[in-house]
């Protein structure tokens, strides 16, 4: 399977990296304490290839199982990296004004996670299907998000995520030639580890999905699905740490709605 990656992710960078980027002198560096943040944003995208296998076995004629797995793909992400903004530092003259305006190529390299996924279907009658899946994510293969720049300081962000498994059930009713209903429920695990290392741009937790859908038979060929999902996130506490950006403590509430319709045509 061919994956694409595109990110825009745009942060405040203390003002402090002047200094490091040797914008000001290292003797007036102090005088940058308390002043706005810079502003960085990233621009990257790429794509790589991977692959799937996977299984079907009938255990009886109403009862199947099925076992699939995705690999890994590593993706080496490329774009550029600008940074904007502007300070003010007295060199022994008055106040003295430091725009920056600074472009760089960036570069970074993503593994995203393989997965596994064990499911159940049972016919129980003509009109009744239950449906059970129970799924693995490899997500401990992303240790962190390293960004270098090739004329800029780079950055890093620590995650140490760990693998996550997600349990759902659910259940077909076709109510007639043209309609069938839909609706199941599942338990979706975080792959962050603790509050230290919550990240403010991933305040993810555990989450409980509820959903809905139905499907309508234009034909034997052309159908179209519609389904509704509520997620219930657990309530997410953040401590995490940085030697360069200083500490975040606090928490999060979050839900999610996800609505989805497809048209599919059969040939």
């Keep these: 399977n061919w994956m694409r990656l595109s990110a825009d992710y745009r942060r405040a960078v203390p003002a402090m990296a002047l200094a490091e980027m040797g914008a000001v002198p290292s003797a007036v560096a102090g005088q940058l304490v308390g002043q706005p943040d810079l502003r960085a944003r990233v621009k990257m995208h790429d794509s790589a290839w991977g692959w799937n296998v996977g299984l079907i076995y009938e255990l009886t004629p109403a009862t199947r199982i099925g076992l699939s797995y995705r690999s890994k793909i590593k993706i080496k992400a490329h774009g550029h990296t600008d940074l904007t903004g502007g300070v003010q530092v007295n060199l022994g003259a008055g106040p003295m004004p430091i725009n920056v305006a ?22 129980l009658d ?10 693995w994510t490899g997500w401990s293969s992303i240790k962190s998000l390293d960004i270098t720049n090739d004329t800029l300081p780079g950055d890093s962000l620590a995650l140490r995520f760990r693998d996550a498994w997600r349990v759902a ?17 599942a338990w979706d695990q975080t792959p962050i580890r603790n509050a230290e290392y919550r ?12 959903s809905l ?23 997410a506490r953040i401590n995490y740490g940085d030697p360069k950006k200083g500490t975040i403590r606090g928490k999060y509430k979050d839900s999610a709605d996800i609505i989805g319709v497809q048209f599919s045509y059969q040939f």
């Design 102 to 123: 600074e472009s760089a190529n960036a570069n970074a390299t993503v593994k995203l996670p393989d997965t596994a996924i064990f499911s159940v279907t049972h016919q």
């Design 126 to 135: 003509d009109q009744w299907q239950l449906l059970a899946d129970v799924s």
């Design 169 to 185: 059930l659910g259940a077909n009713y076709r109510y007639n030639q043209q309609w069938t209903f839909r609706g199941g429920v």
């Design 199 to 210: 990240p403010t741009s991933l305040p993810d937790n555990d989450r409980y999905w509820v």
């Design 213 to 235: 859908g139905a499907q309508y038979r234009f034909s034997p060929n052309a159908t179209v699905d519609v389904g509704y999902s509520h997620l219930f996130l657990n309530k």
